[in-house]
């Protein structure tokens, strides 16, 4: 999918009078802050299972890179910020060609707001040009987490990643299908994940969430 078509196929939500732009690679687009918002990447997971002894092959990895690419071209954002999990594991040459990757945006500030999963040591991302924030980062409106926060000050959005949302849609016959979700609730929302080797945990959104699914091609309010 190139980015003319990631574009096209997007969807545009209101969260605390600002506009997210969600479409189908995962990612949202903060348009007023020129800032894109990718959870869940988990880069260099295959390699992690390949010392194992599982024969994963790099497929996804290398997809997700792309789609990283892709995004950035299309949007060329002032800012990108990750949501946690950005690497699965310890060090392996994964990170060394998402580094490659970063080094072409050298007008992009990048940040991570660590994960369960972020284990590198402090030089790994000094080295690919990244500012990390241990806990939350906090831009006006939005409180930028890994995990969800069972407490949000007033005036807060918090928005995180470390669910991988998906929704559970039944047609009118016997056919069901499981697809990953934005899930934005009144304060607080959850990113789907953005990597091609994680799961999906199933939520129960409340009546006046917005739900907006990811379908290969675009985005769709439920």
């Known amino acids: 999918m190139d980015g003319s078509k990631l574009l096209i196929s ?5 969260v605390s009078g600002q506009t997210l732009i969600l479409h189908p690679a995962r990612a949202a687009y903060w348009l007023e802050k020129s800032t894109l918002l990718v959870a869940d990447l988990h880069l260099g997971k295959e390699a992690h299972f390949r010392k194992q002894g599982l024969a994963i092959p790099d497929s996804g990895m290398l997809a997700n890179l792309a789609n990283i690419n892709r995004l950035l071209k299309a949007f060329q954002p002032r800012s990108v910020v990750f949501l946690g999990d950005l690497f699965h594991s310890s060090y392996n040459r994964s990170w060394e060609q998402f580094g490659d990757l970063l080094k072409g945006y050298a007008a992009t500030d990048f940040h991570l707001v660590s994960g369960n999963h972020d284990i590198l040591a402090e030089e ?17 409106p939005f409180l930028f987490t890994h995990k969800p926060q069972s407490h949000i000050d007033h005036g807060l959005y918090n928005l995180s990643g470390h669910i991988h949302p998906g929704v559970f849609l039944k ?16 304060n607080q929302g959850i990113m789907p994940a953005f990597g091609k080797f994680t ?6 959104p409340k009546s006046n969430d917005q739900v907006f699914v990811v379908l290969k091609d675009r985005v769709v309010g439920v």
């Not at 047609?171 to 009144?186: E, I």
């Open 10 to 14: 997007a969807i545009n939500a209101k």
């Open 124 to 140: 790994h991302y000094i080295r690919a040009g990244m500012k990390v924030h241990p806990k939350a980062l906090h831009w006006q």
């Open 171 to 186: 047609g009118k016959g016997r056919q069901s299908v499981k697809l990953p979700c934005f899930w934005l609730g009144q």
């Open 199 to 204: 799961g999906l945990a199933i939520v129960k």
